[in-house]
T-cell receptor
Framework: GDSVTQMEGPVTLSEEAFLTINCTYTATGYPSLFWYVQYPGEGLQLLLKATKADDKGSNKGFEATYRKETTSFHLEKGSVQVSDSAVYFCALVNNDMRFGAGTRLTVKP | DSGVTQTPKHLITATGQRVTLRCSPRSGDLSVYWYQQSLDQGLQFLIQYYNGEERAKGNILERFSAQQFPDLHSELNLSSLELGDSALYFC??????????????FGPGTRLTVL
């Protein structure tokens, strides 16, 4: 069945560092791909999405490109802030919605 | 604030008991989804309803059931509770039926503790 694998955390960075969180997927057909963010004590919020190959999703300085050839959707941000500290989930939607295990990011001042 | 409301926020109960979690979707959203988030299993999709009808089933146990009412609110019923059912239960809603192109808006969750 479909599945999502994302890099294990936790990830700890200093403010203004470059962020990459890797995400790869296994799916038949053409899934849509998403990144969700969960701040402490809150539900998940959609961060960005891409619905077809080579689409780039972007929001709040975060970007991810749907790479069908490598079945990947890595999340990147050029300069993280303390307020970016959260858990990030990669997800796909095909026949149903599958989430990765989540990566906890802590950004230190 | 996503516009999705869930009650109660916290629930503490004993093994063998039955509980009901409630979700009100965003105004205008017809789909409701239920998810379970636990430390060992991660975030798992349980079930989806669209305009009162079941649309998709994920990893939902037979002890669990859900329904969506005519006013579009949904309830998740968990029975014969076990310690392993302790988790955060999220509800999400979206406008349409198909999941590929519809952003899901998540509620704040209900934390269930089974003692």
């Amino acid at each position: 069945g479909d599945s999502v694998t994302q890099m294990e955390g936790p990830v700890t960075l200093s403010e203004e560092a470059f962020l990459t969180i890797n995400c790869t997927y296994t799916a038949t057909g053409y899934p849509s791909l998403f990144w969700y963010v969960q701040y402490p004590g809150e539900g998940l919020q959609l961060l960005l999405k891409a619905t077809k190959a080579d689409d780039k999703g972007s929001n709040k300085g975060f970007e991810a490109t749907y790479r069908k050839e490598t079945t990947s959707f890595h999340l990147e941000k050029g300069s993280v802030q303390v307020s970016d500290s959260a858990v990030y989930f990669c997800a796909l939607v095909n026949n149903d919605m599958r989430f990765g295990a989540g990566t906890r990011l802590t950004v230190k001042p | 604030d996503s516009g999705v409301t869930q009650t109660p926020k916290h629930l503490i109960t004993a093994t063998g008991q039955r509980v009901t979690l409630r979700c009100s979707p965003r105004s205008g959203d017809l789909s409701v989804y239920w998810y379970q988030q636990s430390l060992d299993q991660g975030l798992q999709f349980l079930i989806q309803y669209y305009n009162g009808e079941e649309r998709a089933k994920g990893n939902i146990l037979e002890r669990f059931s859900a329904q969506q009412f005519p006013d579009l609110h949904s309830e998740l019923n968990l029975s014969s509770l076990e310690l392993g059912d302790s988790a955060l239960y999220f509800c999400a809603s979206s406008v349409g039926e198909g999941r590929s192109y519809n952003e899901q808006f998540f509620g704040p969750g209900t934390r269930l503790t089974v003692l």
